[in-house]
């Protein structure tokens, strides 16, 4: 497989204005490996219990999505996560969490999957990434994290950041983590801790991306109709990395391209429910997205 | 003139977290008429009273702004507004307005105003806007509210709105007038009051550029200081609207180059206090900012 990515494999509860999903496949790592899918073969580093069914596995098989490190525990309970989000979409709130088999996870990887060239440490305990990264001889490791990291591992996560390539995080976030309110003056900082690039998502607002000597901005996609953002990041960063994976190449005009591409999955990913939407898309919805990107953020000098 | 503009001139108190300027010249028509300043010959239709100062009337002078139409009130009192932004700037704090020589301004325009092809009318009473609109016989007219009017005089406003041919507002303002949270949504209902277009100003975040069947948007200038933000949003619209008039033709390649020269200018006027930063501004650096953004939003397919 050329792209790895360790994360949450959840079970959701979500609650938006348009509708309730009880039992719904999620987590970090389900979303960003369904969007990496589409561009290249990607591998989950998770753990699941009991209660992780046939049919939530068929979600990664039917997008070849290699499970052999998805680890069960006989008797044990996924990752559960209950949220709701308000009128406006843009924040969720966690009702509840149960971290359950992820309380225990130690991550063994595949001989295959520590050969990964491409990693992407999602949204999890800084410790967690750290030990999959020290396992992993990638070429290019990119990682998320969120407030709860920033606040109460600060050190721990520190480390994990010294030792990853890219950042991929929201904006307030980047914001908290550089204890700066200034957005450019908050990724300068962010880019004295070690990575040399960090991409900021922002919402409905698109997303930003910091190198020491370059920047790139994009708008996001114009939804007349955003149904459930739940893991729109992790689909963002799935269509980023997978990109740049099928790539095999890392330079400006290829990072700009996955930006693009990250904004397209994530697009698409908010348009239903969990993974529905993007387990019926194709990669011809994916090319014509990315070119009315280019349409719409076109202008002549 | 080719380009006119109705609405206030103002003497502002600002505090910002980096500063207070106890006395400003401010109000939108003079932030409006200093950024077109840049690009064409611009004529100010405003009211001010006595302690409008000669060196409040230099700033426009030094522009050759046209003042033939600002009315003084002898022994009036011109516009006030106090102001406050907090860490973040995004929102300012209205803390003390008096309309003072506005409350009975009637216009009565030049002749050469009236014959002036491109309008603004910056946000004030919404019935004022359609007086000024009716005496002149623009071939494009433009203008910005605020929540105050949609919420507290909605006809007259739907009223004025019908009679223009774009809308320049910022997003909390198309979402009220559109009674709609999404955007895109607001923006096609926004459409259907009678302009054919609507430019949605989102500070920070950029702007958007929506017709019935076209669609722009740009990221706002990656900024490492925001000063003070006031007058930024009239600043884009001076800009905007400065550029058309300067082009002289409404096709869908210029406006989107208007979107960008809006925002340049609205990125320079938050660089410092009133209208200080615009007023040493070059046509050079405006050029030079605007090839930023061609050089920061671009990507190849």
Redesign the interface.
Known sequence: MSLLVVGSVAIDSVRTPFGVRERSLGGAATHFSVAASFFTQVGVVAVVGEDFTAEDEAVFHERKIDTENLQRVPGGKTFRWVGEYG???NTAQTLDTELNVFADFRPQLSEAAKRAPFLFLANIQPGLQREVREQVDARFVAMDTMNYWIERTREELLQTIAGVDALIINDAEARELAGE?????AA?KVLTLGPQMLVVK?G???A?FFTRDS?????AF?????FDPTGAGDSFAGGFMGYLAQADRIDD?TL??A??YGSVMASFNVEEFSCDRLRRLTTEEIRAR??EF?E??????
């Not at 719409?296 to 000098?301: P, R, S």
Request: hydrophobic share 40%.
């Open positions: 009128f406006d979409l309110p200034n957005l450019i003056r300068r922002r409905e607002y698109g930003a920047y790139f901005a994009t708008p114009p939804l007349e109709s955003v005009a700009r391209r930006i693009i990315f070119r280019k719409f953020t076109q202008f002549e000098i």
